[in-house]
């Protein structure tokens, strides 16, 4: 906590820049999510209309069957009810896909970010070491594991029937798409748009606390349900603060695939239910992962960030 209210009380460096409009200001911090959703209502709607072709080309082959469908309201409903379950089945695969064509639309976007704050003489964080990344990786891991421990304990998935729907949906698919859907690409894609873009646009204008709060809350709710949404917006702190620290979007990156893996894994080696046999074993390790977890965000948080300025380079050097 006094870490992050030194950094509000720090004076602001950054170059003033010319005023925007509400509409570009909005479109700015707001519009690298509004093309996520496009892209992803687009594979969505391609998906849709491909198992509709699909089916109807494997039931309805004539004119005859197909008018007798188009011309009965049950055979209609009870046709979409199919096609709505096999899409429902196909999530996973639909995640990853959007997350394939976000991916580099995002990357231009967040490189253009950074060129335009060279331009502008901001001197970005200073990158972490490599050999620092396993605190990161360690931290996440024991703080997911830790959050899927309280809340089987709490048993907040009977809460939000949603929640459930949606994991066996994502978790319904063969094991190697998950992996690179849900671990590798889902990832990558999620933390452009909402730590690359979002949060950082926002950070420019704002403070650092403010822009990490702002941006995990909006990442949470985004996840629609309920459980999700806490989930989501407490790992969305942590991503955002290691981003700060490392001064790199490959540390929240490394994160974020550390535990969707672990989820994907986790959920399909029986993780979980194993957990759940004995109140004292998920207790014991869920307060292992919280002292874990703590002890790597000490290590984490030794990291100096700030950038060094060429007044320091030159003093260093004579």
């Known amino acids: 906590m006094e870490e992050w209210q030194n950094r509000q009380n720090q004076p602001d460096s950054r170059p003033k820049q010319m005023p925007e409009t509400p509409g570009r200001r909005f479109w700015r911090l707001w519009g690298p999510i509004l093309i996520k959703w496009g892209i992803g209502i687009g594979v969505g709607m391609i998906a849709m209309a491909a198992l509709m072709m699909a089916y109807m080309g494997s039931h309805y082959q004539t004119p005859e069957a197909l008018e007798a469908l188009m011309s009965d309201q049950n055979k209609m409903m009870a046709f979409y009810e199919k096609i709505l379950k096999k899409y429902i089945s196909c999530t996973t ?71 459930e729907q949606t994991m066996n949906a994502m978790y319904s698919a063969p094991l190697f798409l998950q992996i690179l859907c849900l671990a590798v ?30 941006s995990s809350l909006v990442f949470g709710i985004l996840h629609i349900n309920l459980v999700q949404m806490i989930y989501g917006f407490i790992l969305g702190m942590m991503l955002a603060y290691v981003y700060e620290k ?51 965000f000490v290590m984490i948080r030794g990291i100096e960030e700030k950038p060094q300025k060429k007044n320091d380079k030159e003093n260093l050097a004579m």
Do not use: Q
């Open 93 to 163: 695969l639909v995640e990853g896909v959007t997350a394939l064509v976000t991916i580099p639309v995002m990357a231009i976007l967040f490189h253009k970010d950074r060129k335009k704050e060279k331009e502008a003489g901001i001197i970005p964080n200073k990158k972490a070491p490599l050999w620092k990344y396993p605190a990161v990786i360690v931290m996440a891991l024991a703080l997911s594991l830790g959050l899927n421990n309280l809340i089987i304990i709490g048993n907040l998935s009977s809460v939000d029937a949603s929640y």
């Open 185 to 214: 690409l889902v990832p990558i894609s999620e933390e452009y748009v909402f730590r690359g873009l979002f949060f950082k646009r926002l950070e420019s204008s704002t403070t650092f606390v403010y822009a990490m709060l702002y």
């Open 246 to 296: 490392y001064g790199s979007l490959k540390a929240p990156v490394a994160a974020h695939m550390a535990m969707n893996l672990l989820s994907v894994l986790a959920t399909e080696f029986g993780l979980y239910s194993w957990l759940m046999k004995d109140k004292i074993r998920i207790g014991v390790i869920t307060v292992a992962c919280a002292t874990i977890a703590s002890t790597m």
